[in-house]
């Protein structure tokens, strides 16, 4: 057996002859923070449930931890964070955390100060009632640390915050993984995943259709970098015509090209003088990059 | 394993008290044995029976209408509630065994109505007691009256549990608690009466309709309690309950019993079967 937290080789899963998840394969090393990318529908949740041992698979086979999905020793080495998961709103922070320790057979004294780690160490006798919901979001992720849990399973956990709560999310994720845990979380807000995450997985109509770091998955993809050339008025007709290509959009002109011929282009442009008032570089983001890979499938298919 | 199931009943204790659940309860309990015992039992006053235990036989009849109802509202939620709430996903994904959730539900749920019984009716004891209008032997009664409502409440906690195992939907599983209540307490007595007042002294009212009484807890549950008071034939027409029965009453009981841990059990099978 390898060292990996968490294999998957070849899962399937058909919903009433929907296929939920189609022949995926990954393996998730130790220290690892991975991000699984898909749609809405795309099969992420039903991965994780396979994962948890939720749900049965069809075939395929998952290894948590080196045991089967949902048994004891898997359970014991995992946390989950599911979506949009509403605690009892008459229990206090620390009641939750109590509760969640308690079923896990932690110390909840040592439980408690995760309260503290995750800022909410002051809210902790008030009701989650009263908590708002990026304060929530962090009492989930508390939960899902006790016990120095192995493999991380967080679903969106980063969906409906505000950008400064969905930073604290993503500084507390590398902090766990600091620790040697796994943590796979599952978004479909993907601007902000660039340089959280080690590793990102795509998933589209269940299919796995990336599996790579993003410079590498960037270059796979070979999306053109894309400049925007803002001209002085009247000259854009001028600047499109002297560098050869471009769509004119009334004082600016865009055009694409490699990162080879980026250097080249960009001299091209300076020379133009002062016809040229500023140049936008844009390489292609995250989102480009993804929609890139959730369209090949689709062509295909 | 058991700190497991006294976590899961202690979460359950908390959220009653918090959420006013028992405090509620206990006043709907409290409110109508009082009224009861005070108005419902002055023409009975001179009849020379321990006040107690006149009020005993009302409060069965109360219980039956109210302590399903009861049991039913606090279990409806227990199952599809947390699927809703996202949280049975997290708790299921801790070292804990479906049927550890469900022990621990059960306890936990039976503690809010053991206290609110105890509350509720204890106070109409108390009541009667200082008035000087009832006696230590009434008190047996009285034990025996809350005993049973909790073994009442626990039949019904189990087919709440089971109708919110197979609902998806928490509208779906109140309305079908609601359905539950009306089916066993009213339309199911409703029934049996229809049949026996078509055919008084037939096959039916001698053979089947006895029985038909077993199988329902709250039929059983009011059976046993007004024959196992003895000054039944004293109290509102149930002259002789005992004496007309081809079955030794206790049998009523052991069919509380027997229901409670036959729907329990289901309710354990198709706990195991749900995906969260």
């Known amino acids: 057996m390898t060292n990996s937290t968490l294999s998957v080789q070849s899962l399937t899963k058909r919903f009433k002859g929907n296929i939920a998840v189609d022949r995926v394969s990954f393996e998730l090393k130790p220290g690892e923070r991975v991000a699984l990318l898909g749609h809405n529908g795309a099969g992420k949740t039903t991965l994780f449930k396979m994962v948890l041992g939720f749900l049965r698979r069809d075939s395929g086979d998952v290894s948590v931890l080196g045991c089967a999905p949902g048994s004891n020793p898997a359970r014991q080495g995992t946390a989950y964070l599911p979506e949009s998961v509403a605690f009892s709103s008459a229990l206090t922070g620390e009641e939750v955390i109590r509760f969640y320790a308690r079923l896990k057979g932690e110390p909840s004294a040592r439980s408690l100060e995760l ?14 009632g009263t908590y708002s919901k990026g304060m929530r979001q962090r009492l989930g992720l508390a939960q899902a640390l006790i016990g120095n849990p192995k493999l991380v399973l967080l679903d969106e956990p980063t969906t409906g915050l505000d950008p400064i709560s969905r930073q604290n999310v993503y500084q507390l994720i590398g902090e766990i ?27 589209s109509k269940g299919q796995l259709v990336a599996d790579d770091e993003l410079g590498k998955l960037r270059a796979q993809a070979g999306l053109p970098i894309r400049l925007k050339v803002w001209t002085k008025p009247g000259a854009a007709q001028e600047v499109a015509a002297q560098l050869g290509a471009g769509r004119m959009n009334g004082r600016s002109v865009e055009l694409d090209c490699g990162t080879d011929d980026k250097v080249r282009k960009l001299s091209a442009i300076s020379a133009l003088g002062n016809l040229v008032e500023d140049v936008d570089v844009h390489p292609p983001s995250l989102d480009d990059v993804y929609r890139h890979f959730s369209n090949t499938v689709q062509k295909e298919a | ?33 009082l009224a009861l015992a005070l108005l419902g039992s002055a023409p009975a006053g001179t009849l020379g029976v321990d006040r107690l235990t006149i009020t005993v036989a009302s409060l069965a009849s109360l219980s039956v209408y109210l302590v399903p109802l009861i049991a039913l509202l606090l279990a409806f939620d227990a199952v599809c509630g947390e699927i809703e709430r996202g949280t049975l996903l ?25 206290i609110a019984l105890v509350a509720g009716y204890g106070l109409t004891a108390a009541v009667l007691l200082t008035m000087g209008t009832g006696s230590l032997s009434g008190l047996a009664d009285f034990a025996r009256l809350v005993a049973t409502s909790v073994l009442l409440g626990i039949c019904f906690l189990a087919i709440g549990y089971v109708l919110s195992s ?28 229809g049949a026996l007042v078509a055919n008084p002294s037939g096959f039916f009212a001698s053979h089947v309709f006895p029985y038909a009484i077993l199988l329902n807890p709250a039929d059983a549950f009011r059976l046993f309690n007004l024959a196992a008071l003895g000054a039944s034939d004293l109290v509102g027409g149930m002259s002789g309950v005992s004496e007309t029965l081809p079955f030794d009453p206790t049998l009523a009981f052991i069919s509380l019993l027997a229901f409670a841990a036959i729907v329990l059990t289901a309710s354990a099978i198709l706990i195991r079967r749900i995906t969260p």
């Not at chain 1, 309260?115 to 989650?128: F, I, M, N, P, T």
């Open chain 2, 1 to 33: 394993m058991v700190s497991r199931i006294l976590t899961i009943a202690q979460q359950e204790l908390r959220i009653g008290i918090r959420n006013r659940w028992i405090l509620l309860a206990t006043l709907i309990l409290a409110f109508f044995s």
């Open chain 1, 177 to 203: 993984a600091q620790k040697g845990a796994t943590v796979l979380l599952s978004s479909h807000a993907l601007t902000e995943l660039e340089a959280r995450t080690d590793r990102i997985l795509i998933l």
């Open chain 2, 166 to 193: 197979l609902t998806r939907q928490l509208g779906t599983a109140a309305a079908a608690a609601i359905a539950a209540w009306l089916l066993f307490v009213v339309l199911y007595d409703l029934a049996l009466l």
């Open chain 1, 115 to 128: 309260l503290e780690q995750v800022g909410l160490a002051d809210a902790s006798k008030r009701r989650v």
């Open chain 2, 90 to 114: 997290m708790t299921f994904s801790c070292p804990i065994s479906r049927t550890e959730f469900l022990l621990g539900k059960t306890i936990g749920h039976t503690l809010v109505l053991t």
